[in-house]
């Protein structure tokens, strides 16, 4: 959850014509990288989808 809003804070709200994917947040760091999956990539895309 913490990770939508640091995107939100990023890149602001949820726009489907710019934030598709996960290409728009991969460069983020959310954790080391080690840790940080292409699914954990897909779990923060899908909860900044409800920031609006």
Known sequence: MLGAYVVQSEA???????????????????????LQTPDMLHGIAALHRLHK
């Open 12 to 34: 602001g709200d949820y726009d489907p014509t710019s934030h598709q994917g996960i290409d728009y947040i991969s460069s983020m760091p959310f954790a080391p990288q080690t």
